[in-house]
């Protein structure tokens, strides 16, 4: 199912109890479908909105950042300038790597970094590749007719639905990568770490881009999206080609990560108000049908 374009004027929304059916190709008030129709997914159901509400609950992680920093220990003031961000979740006090260290608050930040992954993870899980297909689509008109039967016709695998299942297996690589990241700290000793935040910004900042190519001519927010990933993209291969050997390796840093956490939440927000718009139009039908 392409993620392009406008919704065509032939698409029948069906009523039958608690389901919707949508297809592009269906004839009004028949159960007879063309050779090439395409199915949209039921948008209103609860596991869309948990799916989304999940992707925008990674912006506690700013508020978790904010809070480890006020806690901050060191000989001298913690900088989002200078720091990097993985020694807010160091589990120790001391040198570490040239930089002195000592976050108090740290099982916070490691706790915000597997809460962030997991939104990510189970929003990848729960948020089908049709799904993502249509979500910024504007909703289609209400027609009439007879509910049509099962559904058995399958989406055909064109270029939007391969990049829809491409930002779904990216975003879930992203979020375990974070989730790496919490559980084992930059202190641990352990290669893990590095592992896992290199599949949070690489992972990351493609499923932003797939995302955004998928929604850009759908919804403003698709240009949104796709900047952060291309900002989180190009602050990513900056620090790959200068060893992160620069006057502000903080600064660097979170412009590969802050767009990531961004571009996710935006996304959450897109299918969230598409869920809910749903669901508006589903009680009126319903209302005028008594």
């Known amino acids: 199912m392409g993620g392009q374009g406008p919704v065509r004027s032939d698409t029948d929304i069906s009523i039958q109890g608690e389901r919707a059916y949508y297809a592009l190709g269906m004839t009004a008030g028949t159960t007879e479908l063309s050779a090439g129709a395409l199915y949209y997914p039921d948008v209103a159901a609860t596991r869309f909105y948990v799916g989304a509400l999940a992707k925008l609950s990674v912006l506690?992680?700013?508020?978790?950042?904010?809070?480890?920093?006020?806690?901050?220990?060191?000989?001298?003031?913690?900088?989002?300038?200078?720091?990097?961000?993985?020694?807010?979740?160091?589990?120790?006090?001391?040198?570490?790597?040239?930089?002195?260290?000592?976050?108090?608050?740290?099982?916070?930040?490691?706790?915000?970094?597997?809460?962030?992954?997991?939104?990510?993870?189970?929003?990848?899980?729960?948020?089908?590749?049709?799904?993502?297909?249509?979500?910024?689509?504007?909703?289609?008109?209400?027609?009439?007719?007879?509910?049509?039967?099962?559904?058995?016709?399958?989406?055909?695998?064109?270029?939007?639905?391969?990049?829809?299942?491409?930002?779904?297996?990216?975003?879930?690589?992203?979020?375990?990568?974070?989730?790496?990241?919490?559980?084992?700290?930059?202190?641990?000793?352990?290669?893990?770490?590095?592992?896992?935040?290199?599949?949070?910004?690489?992972?990351?900042?493609?499923?932003?881009?797939?995302?955004?190519?998928?929604?850009?001519?759908?919804?403003?927010?698709?240009?949104?999206?796709?900047?952060?990933?291309?900002?989180s993209l190009a602050a990513l291969i900056a620090g790959g080609l200068t060893a992160m050997h620069v006057p502000e390796p903080g600064t660097l840093e979170r412009l590969m990560g802050y767009p990531i956490t961004l571009g996710i939440a935006a996304a959450g927000l897109v299918i969230a108000q598409r869920v809910q718009r749903e669901r508006t139009v589903r009680k009126l039908a319903r209302a005028q049908t008594r």
Do not use: K
């Open 60 to 231: 506690q992680y700013f508020v978790a950042e904010a809070a480890v920093i006020g806690a901050w220990a060191g000989t001298e003031p913690y900088s989002r300038r200078t720091g990097y961000i993985s020694d807010l979740g160091a589990l120790a006090c001391g040198d570490f790597d040239g930089r002195d260290v000592c976050s108090p608050a740290h099982l916070l930040m490691n706790a915000s970094f597997v809460v962030q992954g997991l939104g990510m993870v189970i929003g990848a899980l729960l948020l089908g590749s049709a799904l993502l297909c249509c979500a910024a689509r504007p909703g289609g008109p209400l027609r009439h007719g007879r509910a049509p039967g099962r559904v058995t016709g399958r989406a055909r695998w064109g270029a939007g639905v391969v990049a829809a299942v491409a930002a779904r297996l990216l975003t879930g690589t992203a979020g375990a990568g974070t989730i790496i990241v919490g559980l084992v700290p930059e202190d641990s000793g352990s290669a893990w770490h590095v592992v896992g935040a290199l599949m949070y910004f690489a992972a990351g900042a493609l499923a932003l881009l797939v995302i955004g190519w998928l929604w850009l001519r759908q919804t403003p927010l698709g240009w949104f999206i796709l900047a952060c990933g291309a900002v």
